[in-house]
């Protein structure tokens, strides 16, 4: 196998070929559906494929910690962030979708001459 180096001499770190990593060692995805994180921990081992032009680190299980959550001001900073992104600056309205960066207004706005 090309990219099998369990020892790490030749590719700094322990390294296996796509989808035959080890157990206990999992990527940040991985861990995200596990409601978990890396926790500060340095890359354990990495997958490589595709000639080596793809990287995917692994981290271990037994180090990660859980997600953090967000404190009750940072959802209301996000939701008051979200809710600034669907309001037009030209009629006020808060619409139900993101007004588009390219036009700057809603599509009421700019479909009917306003801009």
Do not use: N
């Not at 999992?26 to 340095?42: E, I, M, N, S, V």
């Amino acid at each position: 196998m090309v990219f099998y180096d369990p020892t790490g001499e030749r590719y700094g770190l322990p390294t296996y070929p796509f989808k035959l990593a080890p157990d206990g060692l999992l990527t940040r995805r991985q861990l995200r559906a596990r409601q978990l994180r890396p926790g500060g921990q340095d890359p354990a081992a990495q997958l490589m494929w595709r000639r080596g032009k793809r990287v995917a680190y692994l981290y271990r299980l037994d180090l990660a910690r859980p997600k953090r959550t967000a404190t009750a001001a940072q959802r209301a900073a996000i939701d008051k962030a979200l809710t600034t992104r669907r309001t037009c600056p030209d009629c006020g309205q808060v619409k139900p979708y993101y007004i588009p960066r390219r036009t700057g207004a809603c599509l009421d706005c700019t479909s009917g001459g306003a801009r």
